[in-house]
């Protein structure tokens, strides 16, 4: 596997269910990154992870929840999710946070709430 | 607060016509500027991007972007386009916020035989 990869890439879940979205990056980069892309709107960072430790956290509703257990890993868990919560959901990675170079985008998982 | 904007959210435009795709960001002391192409059921790819040094830069696939900081513009461009190069295409600044970008709401370019 090269690049940053994403697992499952699509999914159907209930309002009720739990779920969690994998990503993994072989790119030996020290900050990861989860969007949210929805139709017709500009991407919205989500969460921030540098060196295994979250940096941003842009108000997002605590149904989502972050993991990184290490620096090539970052899984988003999901439960009672809502429908207007169906989304492309796409993770980066980058270099070092600090160094603003280009992100590398996953191919996304495309979620949908039933 | 800093924004990105790219004017036109639609673009057709016919097989090896030239295209120019446009976007303008607020003004910052210090900004990169990148562009990312968004292929159907598939992420972002970097096309190009801008830190310093030259205000013309040239990407993949034959795509070229031009930094105007008095414009603050870094509109996308290519001679002569592709069927295959029917995309969204995204504008993204990073303005010296450690690594958060800020993307434009995108441009869904159509290349029509």
């Known amino acids: 596997e090269t690049g940053v990869t994403q697992t499952p890439r699509h999914l159907v879940m209930g309002m009720t269910n739990k779920k969690s979205l994998k990503c993994e990056q072989h790119l030996g980069h020290n900050a990861m990154y989860w969007y949210k892309q929805s139709a017709k709107k500009p991407l919205e960072l989500m969460f921030v992870?540098?060196?295994?430790?979250?940096?941003e956290n842009n108000s997002v509703p605590s149904r989502f929840s972050p993991e990184c257990p290490n620096s090539s890993h970052l899984f988003l868990h999901l439960h009672t999710l809502q429908p207007e919560d169906s989304a492309l959901y796409l993770c980066a990675s980058s270099q070092d946070y600090r160094s603003r170079g280009e992100q590398y985008f996953g191919p996304g998982t495309r979620l949908t709430v039933t | 607060a800093q924004s990105v904007t790219q004017l036109d959210s639609q673009v057709p435009v016919f097989e090896e016509a030239p295209v120019e795709l446009r976007c303008n960001y607020s003004?910052?002391?210090?900004?990169?500027l990148f562009w990312y192409v968004q292929y159907p059921n598939q992420g972002l790819q970097l096309l190009l991007k801008y830190l310093s040094g030259s205000t013309l830069v040239k990407g993949i696939n034959g795509f070229e972007a031009e930094f105007n900081k008095s414009q603050t513009s870094f509109h996308l461009r290519k001679p002569s386009v592709h069927i295959s190069d029917t995309a969204e295409y995204f504008c993204a600044a990073n303005p010296n916020q450690g690594g958060k970008l800020i993307f434009g709401q995108g441009t869904e370019l159509s290349v029509k035989p």
């Open positions: 992870y540098s060196l295994e430790e979250r940096v």
């Open positions: 003004s910052s002391v210090s900004v990169y």
